[in-house]
């Protein structure tokens, strides 16, 4: 099963995530603007309204009670006028009493109308008319007081002369002032509705004006808030449908349209093909030039992709480094393998990030409608599987899905399964092959190798299961037990009479960084009372390209505890000698690769020669690994080298078999046969 892919995260811009809550901020206070603005024009209208009411009331109210006096002074005055007059007439001095009293009467009434009068507001032209009033009265009163004194003497002619000359005329005048006063507060009443018509103009008018405000400010709020709203719909709808990173359809989308190509294809008798993609060692980009950089290469290959599909065809990010392409209206698959292998060469051609010059492949599986499924989902597993299978064969391919590889990859899922259990199981062991010294014709040391004794395969090589020992983490574990059993072992063969046996254990990358290493080999040896000088460590040429401080320091760390360093594959990996030179460094292997070809290819021959030359200097043992023919080791031993490891002396062998290895004298058993080698 293809292992979880590692999603480089896009980090959200920070506009998009800034901007939604600036609009909720704007629009909150468009609203409250708007609110306010309508409470605003309510309350002025209402207050506006009150007032105008709460004049016209008091005007009216005032203009009322001025009339009432005015009207009562009028009264009373004319009344008074009257009185005098009967007065005069009257014989019958009671009855001329009684005038009398009501006479005074009425003055009391005019006084007490006039004060009231007094009491109001007046305006100038009411002051002044009750001022001229005064006055008038002023002039009267003598005249009217002279006349009732004179009536009640008794002399009647000149009285009414009097009352008919100056008394009435006198009263007249006031009288007018009087009707004047009535005119001027009628005048007060007509003023007071007018400035409260106006008041409400005014109401009126603001209202409009804010009213007006407010429907402007709603408006466009509310044609933000619909604009918003929109813009949102659209972007959450482009989330969810695509990719951030590379801006390319992601899974649903693509879903979606490989369904719409199956039935469209299924209509007019056509193949659909799915391509899956995946980026070989990205994370290795990731982690040596960091995430920023893996997410350029992503959205690069991304480009690629784009170009070199059809417009019809959807390219869509899976995630991770994952790429599918769907091929709809295929003709055959032909056309499928034919865009499948562009996007493979375009993404082969050299990438510029970050200021280096990248290479890049991918393995690509294919699936094909309708011969490897009928559904989507099913498509996307097969052409997935098929790229696992490109992955598993090395890289930079095309697999063609294959009915076949369901079988495989079930297969490996139920290894997953078993390895779980192997090691409570013990079913992990060491298998151990002897390294020949040609000159003593002594076995000097065995590697161990390990195996898994399965339930029900068989003894299983590290090629089966290796990795998924590795993927699961659970290598450390297994790693710890059997470098014990190992030392245990060796220990055995010491005391049988093999003192100086080294035992060579295998040291995965993962074990060499992990903290726990050292311990583990410090108890280890403590445990079985191994001397350390017996234990062998084998490190691939990759540990000591990856991180070169950190590795030199490790080394140094592990042979403080009196262990050997052995540089494993030796010439397969990329390690230049300047490199190893900086090591403390016991042995180094040359990889069966050089030795398989070494009879055949003199190239192999002059390069082995400059690796035991290497050795010589740096003062390294040499020791040549998959040694299978005489020849070849007659090879090797004429090219100088010592040490021998490979089928042809032993293949390796259960712990219980070492002991006959041992003990048998092998100086004669590689005579050289015939001098191939000139
Ligand atoms: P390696 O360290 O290069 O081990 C040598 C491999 O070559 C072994 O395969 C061995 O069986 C095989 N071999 C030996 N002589 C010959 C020969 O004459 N011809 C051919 N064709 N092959 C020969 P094996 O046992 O399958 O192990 C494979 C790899 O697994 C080892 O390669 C080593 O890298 C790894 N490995 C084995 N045991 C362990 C272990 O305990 N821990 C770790 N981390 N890795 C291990
Ligand atoms: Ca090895
Ligand atoms: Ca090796």
């Not at 599986?365 to 989507?376: E, K, M, R």
Request: net charge negative.
């Amino acid at each position: 099963m293809p292992a979880p892919h590692e999603t480089p995260s896009a980090p959200p811009s920070a506009t998009q995530s800034r901007q939604p809550a600036a609009w909720r901020y704007a629009l909150l206070a468009g609203f409250v603007i708007q609110l306010l603005l309508v409470l605003f024009v309510t309350l002025i209208g209402l207050r506006q309204l009150d007032l105008a009411t709460r004049n016209l009331e008091t005007m009216a109210d005032v203009q009322m009670r001025k009339q009432t006096y005015a009207k009562a002074m009028a009264l009373t005055a004319r009344q008074r006028t009257i009185l005098i007059f009967m007065m005069s007439k009257t014989d019958d001095p009671f009855e001329r009493d009684a005038q009398l009293m009501q006479f005074r009467q009425m003055g009391s009434e005019f006084v007490a109308a006039r004060q009231g009068m007094l009491s109001m507001p007046l305006n100038p032209r009411e002051s002044e008319l009750i001022e001229r009033q005064r006055q008038l009265i002023a002039e009267a009163q003598p005249i009217q007081e002279h006349i009732v004194d004179l009536i009640m003497e008794g002399s009647d002619r000149d009285v009414i002369d009097l009352v008919l000359k100056e008394a009435i005329p006198a009263q007249n005048a006031v009288q007018a002032i009087v009707t004047q006063l009535d005119a001027a507060t009628q005048l007060g009443v007509i003023e007071a509705s007018r400035q409260a018509r106006a008041a409400q103009d005014l109401a009126r008018r603001w209202m409009l004006w804010l009213s007006a405000l407010a429907l402007l400010i709603g408006g466009i709020v509310a044609v933000r808030v619909l604009r918003y709203t929109t813009r949102i719909g659209h972007e959450r709808e482009r989330l969810a449908t695509h990719d951030t990173l590379t801006g390319l359809p992601n899974r649903m989308l693509f879903m979606d349209r490989l369904e719409q190509a199956l039935a469209r294809a299924a209509r007019r008798n056509l193949m659909v093909g799915v391509i899956f993609i995946d980026l070989d060692r990205f994370k290795r980009v990731n982690d040596t030039l960091g995430h920023a950089s893996g997410d350029q290469l992503i959205r690069e290959v991304a480009q690629r992709l784009r170009e070199a599909s059809r417009a019809e065809d959807t390219v869509a990010r899976l995630g991770g480094d994952e790429f599918v392409v769907v091929i709809g209206d295929a003709a055959g698959v032909n056309d499928i393998l034919q865009v499948a292998e562009k996007m493979l060469a375009a993404i082969g051609q050299p990438y510029h990030i970050a200021g280096h010059e990248l290479f890049s492949s991918c393995s690509i599986g294919i699936s094909v409608f309708p011969n490897d499924g009928a559904d989507s989902s099913m498509l996307l597993k097969h052409a997935d599987t098929a790229m696992y299978h490109a992955k598993q064969h090395g890289r930079d391919r095309i697999h063609l899905y294959d009915p076949a590889m369901n079988a495989m990859a079930e297969e490996r899922l139920q290894l997953e399964t078993d390895l779980h259990y192997a090691l409570a199981r013990n079913e992990f062991q060491f298998h151990y092959q002897p390294q020949l010294d040609l000159e003593s014709g002594r076995i000097v040391a065995v590697e161990a190798l390990m195996r898994w004794n399965h339930p029900t395969r068989g003894l299983l090589a590290p090629g089966e299961f290796l990795d998924l020992l590795e993927a699961g983490g659970d290598i450390l574990k297994v790693g710890r037990a059997l470098l014990q059993e190992a030392c245990r072992e060796a220990v055995g063969w010491h005391a049988a009479g093999h003192a100086g046996l080294v035992v060579a254990i295998n040291v995965s990358g993962k074990e060499f960084w992990h903290e726990a290493l050292l311990a583990n080999v410090q108890e280890a040896l403590a445990e079985s009372r191994l001397p350390a000088s017996a234990l062998q460590l084998e490190l691939t040429e990759g540990i000591f390209m990856e991180d070169m401080h950190s590795a030199i320091e490790r080394v140094r760390q592990l042979k403080a505890l009196g262990v050997t360093i052995a540089v494993d594959d030796f010439g397969t990996g990329y390690s230049s000698l300047a490199h190893l030179k900086r090591f403390p460094l016991d042995a180094l292997k040359i990889d069966r690769l050089f030795v398989r070809d070494l009879v055949n290819a003199p190239v192999n021959r002059a390069l082995i020669a400059s690796i035991l030359a290497l050795c010589e200097g740096l003062q390294l043992a040499p020791i040549a690994e998959g040694v299978e023919e005489p020849a070849q080791l007659d090879a090797l031993r004429a090219l100088g080298c010592r040490l021998v490891q490979g089928y042809l002396v032993s293949r390796p062998v259960p712990a219980a078999d070492v002991q006959a290895l041992l003990q048998r004298d092998w100086t004669d058993a590689f005579r050289r046969v015939a001098p191939t080698i000139g």
